[in-house]
């Protein structure tokens, strides 16, 4: 039955390929499902869906596994506020598979913690990972989280015994979860199994990527933007994010620098290929103009970089990092916005490569919802063409992987 799954979607995927000969910039586009959730105290809907924020592909049955993020929520009037319209949100992975053209879920899986507790994406007010973020209700009140635990995830990767991987920002944290979605084990700077510094990620801007080698023995995992260590003013804010590699097993780890091309981006993904050379997405933040805007990805190579893991954090600023140090290698793989000239969407923060000649890019709708500015709660995020924003996977034929 799976030999019969995986040979229907490369069918799907061959064809694209035999478009892309006749067509300059050919692609596919599949919308990601999902439900429209009536809020009460508010006219604007939630699209519950949010399956964006990671992407793998998992070959064993030609899947589709997409994680959402911390849930539905915009930013508050209030200055480090955030208003959740659906406070009890689960953060989850959904498993997808492409059947008569279309996207159809074939699974769920909700985060829990070793208990079996789910987790929530509430801000967690105290303790090791504390961003100072506070939740809001759409009645004004404090949220709390009653016990339970609030996670913010933004990485996923799949290891070959069906066991994943998920990164979460507010630690931040490496977390390992069984395949039905219970917590294993994890990593972070506070119980020595991360670097120390990592705890000094900006709030909402920690590990936004994660990737696996093909033996499931060591995780690659990419900053979403600098850190800002004690001294750094916003002014100050360095181009330079860290990418770490770290065996699992023996519990030890490298990292390496990765140069932005402007200090106002982001990186939302990070992609193995062998075990030097990843793909890593780098984009602004911002709804394409009349095609104009950052949504590019780029192909690096670690074998030649310094590995900075035995640099001090105070050493050369901020970053801890002299001018001696070799950033990793990086070339230009794909521009989203020319191969795509119709793409619409500002997050882009998922990709994967399929086979060896397709590139799948998912993007992070935000369950369709944006901080409003006229004294409502919420708005419908919708984007320059007018319409509103969902999550979509494009597949687009690329040049043949190593």
């Known amino acids: 039955m799976r030999r019969i799954i995986f040979f229907g979607i490369m069918l799907v995927l061959v064809s694209g390929c035999r478009y892309a000969a006749k067509t300059e910039n050919a692609y596919r586009k599949y919308e990601v499902p999902f439900e429209t959730v009536a809020i009460n105290g508010s006219d604007v809907p939630v699209y519950n869906g949010g399956f964006g ?32 319209p659906l406070p009890d949100y689960i ?8 059947e008569n053209d279309s996207l159809v879920m074939v699974r769920r899986i909700l985060l829990c913690d070793t208990g079996g507790v789910a987790f929530n994406g509430l801000p967690n007010r105290v303790g090791d990972g504390c961003t100072g973020e506070a939740a809001y209700g ?16 933004e990485g996923l990767a799949v290891a070959p015994d069906g066991s994943f991987w998920v990164s979460d920002e507010y630690g931040p944290w ?20 991360l670097p120390a510094h990592y705890a000094y990620r900006r709030p909402n ?3 936004e990527g994660l990737t696996i080698d093909k033996q499931g023995t060591v995780l690659y995992g990419i900053m979403q933007s ?12 360095s181009d330079i994010l860290h990418i770490l590699a770290l065996d699992i097993k023996e519990h030890s780890y490298r990292e390496f620098a990765y140069k932005l091309e402007n200090g106002e981006h982001v990186v939302s ?3 193995y290929l062998t075990d030097t050379t990843f793909l890593v997405l780098e984009r602004d933040g911002r709804f394409p103009d009349n095609g104009q805007g950052f949504k590019r990805i780029y192909k690096i190579d670690i074998s030649q970089a310094t590995d900075i893991s035995r640099l001090s954090a105070s050493a050369g600023g901020g970053n801890g990092l002299s001018g001696n140090v070799r950033m990793v290698e990086k070339s230009l793989f794909c521009d989203i916005l020319k191969v795509i000239p119709s793409y619409a ?22 369950f369709g919802i944006d901080a409003s500015d006229e004294g409502i709660a919420f708005k419908s995020k919708v984007r320059a063409d007018r319409k509103i924003d969902h999550s979509c996977i494009y597949l687009v034929p690329c040049p043949a992987m190593p």
């Open 53 to 84: 924020s990671s992407m793998v592909y998992h070959e064993i049955d030609s899947t589709f596994w997409l994680l959402t993020d911390r849930g539905p929520n915009v930013d508050g009037e209030i200055a480090d506020s955030k208003v959740f």
């Open 269 to 271: 993904e990070i992609c």
């Open 226 to 237: 600098p850190l800002k260590f004690p001294e750094d003013s916003l002014s100050g804010m």
């Open 91 to 98: 953060p989850q992975v959904g498993v997808f598979r492409l």
């Open 174 to 193: 490496i977390m390992h979860f069984d395949s039905d979605g219970k917590l294993l084990e994890e990593f972070s700077p506070f119980n020595g199994k």
């Open 138 to 153: 759409l009645d004004g009140a404090v949220i709390g989280n009653n016990g339970r635990r609030g996670i913010d995830p």
């Open 205 to 207: 801007r920690g590990m």
């Open 345 to 366: 969407h500002d997050k882009p923060e998922g990709i994967s490569i399929i086979g060896n000649s397709m590139l799948a890019i998912v993007n992070d709708d935000d």
